[in-house]
Structures are given as structure tokens and as C-alpha cells.
């Protein structure tokens, strides 16, 4: 999951964004690109932006607070731990980092100045949680990086570009102090090769149409696209040589019916259609599928493919897809 950098030369990223349209699974992705990158003894820090609780959830722990909490560990001995961003806490910690104003802060907050502060400057809240992603990517300790890697689970598409490109935010809010001075150190990271954008999507005329809008708009902001990832792909269920004559819809009961009546199977030609029917629906949303993935490929940026998980979601299902991305990962480093 490499992006190039303004000389060409490739470089591994840091800081992994990870967005998608809503119900694309982006949160599911975020977590298996975390275990993916802790693999082998890495530190690895798995943001949340959003307040929805989505990491606890999937990791099945307590609701996060605004504390980095462990809360898997990979193989090798690596870590991944999680960090739930609270935007009025990052805001004392802000007014407390910039301007000594700790106690003031806490007197804001039973005011609920804090609420009022970011609902006046909508952009405000944006470069706080930014800005605390930037503190943990460059957050060093005895002369290293204390992460290996940041993943953050970010907002959707639609609003991505808008998240991300803090200096447009921030352009109403100060031309010059500490919040100005912070924003413009977030964006270098955000613009450097340190940085990739994946993208999550479904081989749906919706979701591939937003990826598609939305690496434009990365693109034209100057912000590192990196690798798009098809989630919940399913595998064909009939062999390559029936799939066309499937979806063509020159696939009837009758053509079912010895094989079925061979097996002993009852029902006869009542369920030999109901079955040729429902291979001809699959052929056809197989076909369409397909048709998608051109118009993914044609976007010319590395794509892996994660399968459909069926049953719930859990800890052994994020690893089953997290040993997916390390194999693109290492593809990625190896191209």
C-alpha cells in the first residue's frame, strides 16, 4: 500500500486513512489493516474519528476512552492499540499544549463552551482530530517512532477531502497562531509519502462511483491515494462455462432436471426451475459484478480483494481478512 512521492520514488507510508461510503465496511477494513501491519512484532495504533464505538464493538471490549488501550495482539508479538478520539477532550488538550489554559479548559467545559466552540467553527473540530492523528504519527520516544503505523478509521467518502485538507478548515478560523501553525504541520504529514488514503468499496454502481469521485478530489487536493479495497467480494458459485450461458438466461430446469433426477433428488421440474432461476440471477449479478471490477481496475490504483464473511463479524474473521492485506501489503512493497 505504497504511494509514489513528489520525486517518484516510492515509499511505505505511516499513517494509513481509511475511508468509504457508509455500510462499505470501512471500520472492519481499518481493523484488519491494523492486525495486518502489527504482524511480525509492529507497534500499531487504530484510530476512531467518528464516536460510534465501531473498534470496541469489533474487538469486543469495553467502550474505548480517550486513551490508547491495547487491544489485540498480532503475531510476533506485535500490538494493536486503539485510541476512540473525543473532541471535546483533544480540545482541553489543545487549549492546555498551546496556551497553558488547563484549568480554564475544565471551567469551558461546565460552561459547554467547548460545544458551542466547535458548532460556531465546524472546521475547528476537524483540525483537533487531525491534529491529534499528527501527534501520534510523530510521536517519538528514545530516538524512534513510538508507532510503526497509525490506522485511522475516518469519515465516509463524501466527506473525506474535507476532513483531510485541515488548511482549507482552518482559513476561516486564523491566518496566523498556533492554530494556523498547527494545521499547516498536519498537512505536511498529510501530503507526504508518509500518508496513503485507501478506499473501501463494494462492487455496487454506488459505492465504485463515489471511490471513483472521491480519488478525484484527493487527487486534485494534493492528498496520497493509496490502495482501493473491495470488501465483502463473493466468489462465483457455477463453473466459468456455465456462467455466460447463465446469465444469457439459456440455463431451464430441463437442463437441471437428469442430473438432479440422477442424484435422487425429489422434486422434479418444480425445483429444477426454481434452481436454474436462481443460478440465472446469480450469473447475472455475477456478470455485473465483473463489469465493475473493469471500471475498478480503470481508476489505476492497487486493489485487493477481501470475501464476503458469513455470520457475524468477529475477532477470527478480522484476522482471516488481516492475512489478506498483509499478502497486499507485501506485494505492494515487493512491486
Known sequence: MSVASPTGEPSAPRLHVVTGKGGTGKTTVAAALALALAA??????????????????LFD??????????????????????????????FLEYLDMFYNLKRAGRALRKMGAVDFATAIA?????????????????????????????VVDAPPTGRITR?????NEVAGLARSGPIKSQSDGVMAVLRSPRTAVHLVTLLEDMPVQETADAIAELTAAGLPVGSVIVNMATEPLLPAASLGRAAEGRLTGRDLLPALTSAGVPGGLELADALAAEAVEHARRWSSQDALREQVAALHRPTVELPLTVGP????????????????LRDEVAA
Request: one cysteine or more; hydrophobic letters at 40%; a negative charge.
Open 40 to 57: 511480525d512484532g509492529g507497534h500499531v495504533l487504530l484510530v476512531e474519528t467518528e464516536g460510534r464505538q465501531g473498534i470496541a464493538q
Open 61 to 90: 471490549t469495553p467502550p474505548l476512552p480517550y486513551e490508547e488501550r491495547r487491544v489485540a495482539v498480532a503475531r510476533g508479538g506485535g500490538e494493536v492499540k486503539a485510541l476512540a478520539i473525543d473532541v471535546e477532550a483533544a
Open 122 to 150: 465546524p472546521g475547528l473540530r476537524d483540525v483537533l482530530l487531525t491534529g491529534k492523528i499528527k501527534e501520534a504519527v510523530t510521536r517519538r520516544a528514545g530516538g524512534r517512532p513510538v508507532y510503526d503505523a497509525v
Open 163 to 167: 476532513f483531510l485538507n485541515v488548511t
Open 313 to 328: 463479524m468477529d475477532v477470527g474473521c478480522l484476522f482471516d481478512l488481516s492475512e489478506r492485506l498483509e499478502t497486499h
